[in-house]
Nanobody, 115 residues
Framework: QVQLVESGGGLVQPGGSLRLSCAAS????????MGWYRQAPGKQRELIAH???????YYADSVKGRFTISRDNAKNTMYLQMNSLKPEDTAVYYC?????????WGQGTQVTVSS
């Protein structure tokens, strides 16, 4: 019933920036804590940031100070501003619900940081 579509990924050099978007088919951002996940090659999917409808945020140590999560509840859209990118940030990035069972996963968007 809920569809999630991630976009905005691409190839960027170390130190560069990208802005990812997550669009939802339903008004989920006003109802649930939503987060950004990433999965690097050969590794498990990990939660790197999440945001409540009221604006409370969480960041994993690996991205804290470099990434910023935000949302527009009215537009059913969530964003991830990624600055000072490192090769270690290379992964497929996904958005989904936090604390509750996840919705169906989208295809994700590939972020590649390489010189």
């Amino acid at each position: 019933q809920v569809q999630l579509v991630e976009s905005g990924g691409g190839l960027v050099q170390p130190g560069g920036s990208l802005r990812l978007s997550c669009a939802a088919s339903g008004s989920i951002f006003s109802r649930y804590v939503m987060g950004w996940y990433r999965q690097a090659p050969g590794k498990q999917r990990e939660l790197i940031a999440h945001s409540s409808s009221g604006g409370s945020t969480y960041y994993a140590d690996s991205v804290k100070g470099r990434f910023t999560i935000s949302r527009d509840n009215a537009k059913n859209t969530m964003y991830l501003q990624m600055n000072s990118l490192k090769p270690e940030d290379t992964a497929v990035y996904y958005c989904n619900r936090v604390y509750f069972a996840p919705f169906d996963w989208g295809q994700g968007t590939q972020v590649t940081v390489s010189s």
